[in-house]
């Protein structure tokens, strides 16, 4: 193959246009994210009980339902919420489901959820499967005026809709915040009373009025017409003119008892501000595989059009911007890698002359460009994760290229052609540099093969590693001594005839022989000091702080606000407008929006939206710098601790990868609410007393009132009362009822009848209310049926896990303070492990903590096979047992510069620093390979044992310090990038001490083990 290549130029040179100029156009036609994809396995089932408690929704809904989708294969997690009157049921699948697999498992959960309806309780609405609320809306925007109803805004909003879901690219646009309109009803309940009409009566009127029905066809001269009476409601004049009864008097009409007006509902189920001014959220989804930046380009052009015929006094504003986020990201990135190249060729150049530095660098970029050709092919788009791969991988992709031009160099400089050099070093160093290839990609498969979401978010590492390694084992073997040929002149590159020249005589050679031969010579006590160090470095890893994914770099942050649970959304919304103010008038300060009565759309697969709560709030706050975002973050925790004392908080930067609900998550199960109660108070004492945790709070939030009249059943009876008559009386006093619908082209508006607002009665006066008896057909003073109006309280949620009832107390570290969720939790876990729980009743720990174990799980399930085989491959190599322990034997002192780095930089070991460390076996183990294949090589020489080792290892301290020195410094950019910024502390501190190590180490063990001394 060697020789095919050298002689065969042009076949030479087509691989190398086809890699350079196939990796140019690969590279423009790739699609770009910030970070990559990861799969969201869940869907949410919803069913609504009116008027139901919460434990009546858990009986008689939830365990109905559980039951059901609890017979769905791979099901990893059924976790429910239960409210007043609706059953919230999140069905999570195991990370084994493949993306492609999703849409049967959910189609069986309709199923499942359709059957089980014939089960449910008369009253139950039916079911809704949502399996699409794992849309990430890239673009998120907001539409506001103070100047135009929330109606006028939804009807642009509806226009920007059409328009921007044609544009190429987009796979949807979602509007939230919009409040739906009602007719309302307000009844004129005297007059009701002294003409003896009931609300039943009225309701049962106006929805047979307005029902669309089939009326059938009729025969007219030999065609078939179809029959369409008239008399839906044209307008509300028409509504008003219905006759609801005819007395001796006369007609009594609609409007004689009541007054319609046309209105927005003033209890709506979420709200949008933008900048204090209410507004409405428009979220643009992207299709797949797409180059978002170019969408976003797309996107601008179109937008830049709607706002030229928008409204004078509407506005336009962007919360989250994907397009330039990802342009910013990847362009910076791409910045970064190459700087990376340009360090790793300027050292070559520096340490190994002009014409190999030009050499390896050639061969570096066009492995590079060949591997955009595989990431087209795979489908892996430029991020954060492959571009970060490539960074991390440069220096192992000049490793074989620096061992075949250093041997052809050698074998040249001792008189050989430069055919003969390139054949020999390849056929020498060929295999082992295939098995060390080998090993450094496998120590990488544990990410790819990693089933969960952490896997799938960080798996293109793997395979932009597997991909630009092997290419460069087979550039080096291929076109590297092509180039070879080109670059070098024979007569120049060869100092003597003589082979007995030593070309390892400079200052560095000299002296590392001279450490080397006593290190051998002093064996042992090299031993000692080595594991003295490893002994030394595991006992300050407690200085080594734990933490799972870094904050993002963007300037964007989420303030929480959660008040009483049964706070009215209004005054929530008086809440969020006085946080509003005060952040707003705090510099540097971009852009402010707030949601009140749930999380926001999703605007990246890491940010996970609160569920529909009245009593929530969440303010996405947007600022000039990364800087200001930490420096507001602080002072508006100061401000909520000062001015919002009865109102729980969380102040959170936007995440990156995968994310819990809370960063520290205490879950309680057990049967007895009351227990839980008891039980979680224990636990939240132990959280508040702890300074560096914040955000203590419960999944079940604090009590509530609920008001409950005391019915006489047998009273009522005698007098035909009813209970359902006593609920509608109380539900006509405060929202209304919903008696049918009023429809105005394809909107259907709801229309409402209530009692009239000047004849509603409070709490203290309810028994002042009257219910219509259906036996004596006139009203009847609701006195008369209830005894009294009791005030209790109990809970407003009943959370559920696994079909098991479970409150949780959550935390989170204090923001900015230096602590982890990890650190943190070491501290109150013992005490919370020592609380004893009644029979019945556990705790377990969730939050980052299981996240992060999770992800560590599903790595190291594959590890063991992994090592084991890179193990074998290492044995089969040298087909010596000894020498193979001898490489792996460097491998658990790496640990010494890993810790070291990490106290010394004051770093946390996060995963992406875990996932450095995996790399670092590749590494170390591709350099001992090569080290171990020349130790070899010279014992079969004339040369003694010892000399052999010696010598050896001196003839390879360039190209594994060259190797090192250009993965280091290579690192180098990713310092600055908070993500990859542990990993590159690992790498760097861990491959400096394992190169040396190699170097010394290494050929003291081999001596050890075989027993060579020095001659």
């Known amino acids: 193959m060697v020789e095919y290549f050298f002689r065969q130029k042009v076949i030479s040179w087509m691989v190398a246009i086809i890699l350079g100029v196939g990796g140019i156009v690969s590279f423009l036609g790739l699609g770009q994210l910030e970070f990559p994809e990861f799969t969201i396995r869940s869907a949410l089932v919803m069913t609504q009980y009116p008027g139901a408690t919460p434990e009546q929704v858990e009986e008689e809904v939830t365990l109905q339902l559980e039951k059901a989708i609890q017979r769905i294969p791979n099901v990893k997690r059924i976790s429910s919420v239960n409210m007043v009157g609706l059953s919230q049921i999140t069905v999570e699948l195991k990370s084994s489901v493949q993306a492609k697999d999703l849409e049967q498992y959910w189609d069986n959960l309709r199923r499942k959820v359709g059957d089980a309806q014939a089960y449910l309780p008369p009253g139950t609405g039916t079911s809704i499967v949502n399996d699409d609320f794992g849309d990430v809306y890239g673009l998120l925007m907001t539409l506001q005026s103070e100047d ?208 190999s530095g030009v050499l390896m660098g050639l061969i570096l970029v066009l492995t590079i460009l060949g591997t955009f050709i595989l990431m087209s092919v795979k489908g892996i788009e430029l991020q954060k994760i492959s571009l970060g791969a490539l960074i991390i991988a440069l220096g192992m992709l000049v490793d074989n290229a620096i061992v075949v031009t250093e041997g052809m160099l050698i074998g040249v400089r001792k008189g050989q052609t430069k055919l003969q050099a390139a054949k020999d070093v390849v056929s020498q160093n060929g295999l082992p540099l295939l098995g060390a290839t080998v090993i450094a990609i496998t120590a990488f498969a544990p990410i790819g093969l990693s089933p969960d979401a952490t896997g799938e978010f960080v798996g293109s590492l793997f395979w932009v590693l597997c991909f630009s390694l092997f290419l460069s084992w087979i550039t080096a073997l291929t076109i590297t001594p092509f180039f070879f040929d080109l670059l070098f002149n024979t007569d120049k590159e060869r100092q003597s005839d003589n082979e007995d020249d030593d070309p390892y005589k400079g200052v560095i050679f000299t002296v590392y022989k001279r450490v080397l031969t006593a290190a051998i010579n002093h064996r042992y006590i090299t031993i000692v000091l080595v594991v003295i160090a490893l002994v030394g470095s595991v006992a300050s890893g407690k200085f080594v702080k734990n933490a799972f994914f870094p904050n993002s770099s963007t300037p964007l942050f989420f303030v929480d606000l959660r008040l009483p649970e049964g706070s009215d959304i209004l005054t929530t919304e008086q809440s969020i407008r006085r946080l509003e103010e005060e952040v707003m008038d705090m510099p540097d300060i971009a852009n402010v929006t707030s949601v009140i009565g749930g999380g926001a759309q999703r605007l990246t697969l890491t940010y996970s939206p609160e569920d529909r709560y009245a009593s929530y709030g969440q303010l996405i706050v947007e600022t000039n710098t990364v800087e200001a975002r930490d420096a507001r973050m602080r002072e508006i925790i100061e401000l909520l601790r000062e001015t919002f004392a009865n109102v729980q908080y969380k102040v959170q930067a936007l995440q990156v990868g995968p994310s819990a609900k809370a960063a520290i998550e205490a879950r309680i199960y057990g049967p007895d609410p009351e227990v839980l109660r008891e039980i979680s108070s224990d636990v939240e004492a132990i959280f508040q007393a702890e300074q560096t945790m914040d955000s203590v709070r419960l999944s079940w939030s604090n009590k509530v009132p609920f008001v409950e009249p005391v019915f006489l059943e047998e009273q009522a009876r005698r007098i035909g009362v009813t209970r359902d008559a006593v609920h509608t009386a109380f539900l006509l006093n405060n929202e209304g009822e919903t008696v049918g619908l009023y429809r105005e082209g394809s909107d259907l508006i709801p229309i409402v009848m209530r009692n009239d607002p000047n004849q509603r009665y409070d709490i203290d006066n309810l028994a002042s209310l009257n219910v219509w008896s259906q036996e004596q057909s006139k009203y009847i003073s609701m006195a008369d049926v209830i005894s009294n109006v009791d005030v209790s309280l109990d809970n407003p949620i009943i959370k559920r896990r696994n079909r098991v009832r479970m409150l949780a107390v959550y935390a989170e570290p204090l923001p900015l303070s230096g602590e982890t969720a990890a650190s943190v939790q070491a501290r109150v876990r013992p005490l919370v492990d020592d609380l004893e729980l009644p029979d019945g009743y556990r705790i377990e720990w969730g939050g980052e903590y299981e996240t992060s174990t999770d992800a560590q799980s599903a790595l190291f399930a594959s590890m063991p096979m992994g090592i084991l085989g890179m193990f074998i491959i290492t044995v089969l190599l040298f087909g010596k047992l000894r020498q193979a322990l001898a490489i792996w034997g460097v491998i658990p002192l790496t640990t010494i510069g890993i810790i070291g780095g990490l106290v010394l930089v004051g770093a946390p070991f996060t995963f992406m620093a875990l996932l450095g460390s995996l790399s670092l076996i590749g590494m170390v183990l591709k350099n001992g390979i090569v080290l171990m294949e020349e130790i070899n090589v010279q014992a079969k020489g004339n040369s003694g044992a010892f000399d052999a080792v010696v010598a050896a290892s001196v003839s390879r301290v360039r190209p594994v310090s060259m190797a090192a020195i250009t993965t280091i410094l290579g690192m180098i950019p990713l310092f600055s990038d908070a993500f990859f910024a542990s990993m590159a502390v690992v790498i760097v501190f861990g491959l400096t001490v394992a190169t040396v190590l190699t170097l010394l180490i290494l050929p003291v063990l081999h001596c050890t083990f075989h027993g060579i001394k020095s001659e």
Do not use: C
């Open 148 to 355: 135009y109803s929330l109606k006028q805004l939804e009807d642009f909003a509806d226009l920007m809709q059409r328009e921007i879901q044609l544009v190429e690219g987009v796979k949807k646009v979602s509007i939230a915040g919009t409040v739906s309109e009602q007719i309302i009803v307000s009844l004129d309940h005297d007059k009701m009373k002294t003409l003896n009409i009931s609300a039943d009566s009225i309701a049962g009127l106006l929805t047979a009025q307005n029902v669309v029905g089939n009326a059938g066809s009729i025969k007219v001269q030999g065609k078939r017409l179809s029959i369409q009476p008239t008399g839906e409601f044209d307008d509300l004049e028409a509504l008003g003119q219905v006759v609801i009864g005819s007395p001796a008097s006369g007609l009594i009409r609609l409007t004689d008892i009541a007054t319609i007006e046309r209105k927005l509902n003033d209890t709506p189920s979420i709200l949008y501000h933008s900048s204090g001014t209410p507004a409405l959220s428009i979220g643009v989804s992207f299709a797949s595989a797409v180059n978002v930046v170019d969408v976003g380009k797309r996107l601008d052009t179109k937008i830049a059009e709607l706002e030229q015929r928008m409204p004078l006094g509407m506005s336009l504003n962007t919360v989250y911007n994907q397009p330039t986020v990802v342009d910013d990201s990847v362009t910076g990135f791409l910045i970064n890698l190459v700087e990376a190249v340009a360090i790793v060729i300027f050292v070559l150049l520096l340490f190994m002359g002009w014409r």
